[in-house]
T-cell receptor, first 112, second 111 residues
Framework: EPEVTQTPSHQVTQMGQEVILRCVPI?????FYWYRQILGQKVEFLVS????????KSEIFDDQFSVERPDGSNFTLKIRSTKLEDSAMYFC??????????FGEGSRLTVL | GENVEQHPSTLSVQEGDSAVIKCTYS??????FPWYKQELGKGPQLIID?????GEKKDQRIAVTLNKTAKHFSLHITETQPEDSAVYFC??????????FGKGTRLSVIA
């Protein structure tokens, strides 16, 4: 069964450092998303991406965040200068025209 | 902005009993209502969904009901098993808005 894959599974970084989280969405999907989940809390929307551009973003997704689909398979989330409060699980999701979203296993980011 | 209230936040049931989780949403334009199961350390897994043109959908031991007039939808799990223990999230989506999640319900099935 096709699945969304994310790397790394866990990243530890120093405050102020840049982090890139990578995702390989399901191959025939057209819509791509990043969500985050702070420990013990709900899953929060960050950004959606369609047709090679951002279609919507939340207040969380400020200038420190960017997304990119550099080739036909990868979808990346970059945090330019990490803050302590960026520590969370980051989930990539992809979906087709039916509207269903399928999530990856997540990347745990720890900012020290 | 759009919001969804999910209750209860925790739920403990005996193995074999039923579990019901309810969500109430605010956006009347919402048309898609999925439920996700999240096991410890894993990503949310889509378990069932319903669209606004139906009132109920069932898949084996799991069912979802939707009341558009009252703006609420519920997840029903029958004959619960220990492996059903997880955090369950409701979500909703309308038009071009992104999927919005509830705060989750931690379900514990006691053997």
């Amino acid at each position: 069964e096709p699945e969304v894959t994310q790397t790394p599974s866990h990243q530890v970084t120093q405050m102020g450092q840049e982090v890139i989280l990578r995702c390989v969405p399901i191959s025939n999907h057209l819509y791509f998303y990043w969500y985050r989940q702070i420990l013990g809390q709900k899953v929060e929307f960050l950004v959606s991406f369609y047709n090679n551009e951002i279609s919507e973003k939340s207040e969380i997704f400020d200038d420190q965040f960017s997304v990119e689909r550099p080739d036909g398979s990868n979808f990346t989330l970059k945090i330019r200068s990490t803050k302590l409060e960026d520590s969370a699980m980051y989930f990539c999701a992809s979906g087709g025209v039916s509207g269903e979203l399928f999530f990856g296993e997540g990347s745990r980011l720890t900012v020290l | 902005g759009e919001n969804v209230e999910q209750h209860p936040s925790t739920l403990s049931v005996q193995e074999g009993d039923s579990a019901v989780i309810k969500c109430t949403y605010s956006d009347s334009a919402s048309n898609y209502f999925p439920w996700y199961k999240q096991e410890l350390g894993k990503g949310p897994q889509l378990i069932i969904d319903i669209r606004s043109n139906v009132g109920e959908k069932k898949d084996q031991r799991i069912a979802v009901t939707l009341n558009k007039t009252a703006k609420h939808f519920s997840l029903h799990i029958t004959e619960t098993q220990p492996e059903d223990s997880a955090v369950y999230f409701c979500a909703f989506k309308g038009g071009n808005t992104p999927l919005v999640f509830g705060k989750g319900t931690r379900l514990s099935v006691i053997a």
